[in-house]
């Protein structure tokens, strides 16, 4: 997926402007549709990039002080994104349980359309439809599509300090 991501920022004497307006494309995860589409995201606390410049990150999730946002498309009928998880993500990753992950992050998924399902620890899946919204506290999950179109979601990642700071895989409990 392919989003507008308009920038603004100020110029020399403090006027306020878009300094950068582009098409951000997405990465596809898999052949059946899944991708992530990165939008914006910082390892540092926030300042006003007012060049329209991209911050720095170096890794996929935020330390503490950074942030993140995303969009998240999630095929039917596929687990590609489980795989993309164990992969990419590995160092986040549970590696007995593909898809499982947690994050040194509070995180808002707000679901813009479709059925997505969210699996925590104790096997209990929420099932999500667009306008619901999760706030993430650094807990293991994994998504699914529980629909028959695509389902996709934003989300906005916030690093946090907490016992998992700085990522890694966590043991289930």
Known sequence: MSVRR?????TADGTAVVVSDEV?????IGDQGTSATSLWGRDEPGR????????????AF???GGSGIAVITLAPGTDDFHHFVGGVLAAWADPD??????TATHDYDFVLEGTIGLELDDGVE?????????????TRHRWHNRGTTVARY???????????????????T
Do not use: C, K, W, Y
């Open 6 to 10: 308009i920038v603004t920022g100020h």
């Open 24 to 28: 951000v494309e997405g990465f596809p």
């Open 48 to 59: 006003f990039p007012d060049d329209g410049s991209r911050p720095p990150m170096a890794a």
């Open 62 to 64: 935020p330390p503490p």
């Open 97 to 102: 349980e593909p898809g499982m992950h947690r």
């Open 126 to 138: 929420v099932i999500l439809g667009p306008g619901d919204l999760v706030v993430q506290n650094g």
């Open 154 to 172: 934003l989300a906005v990642t916030v690093g946090a300090t907490n016992e998992i700071s700085g990522g890694g895989p966590v043991a289930p």
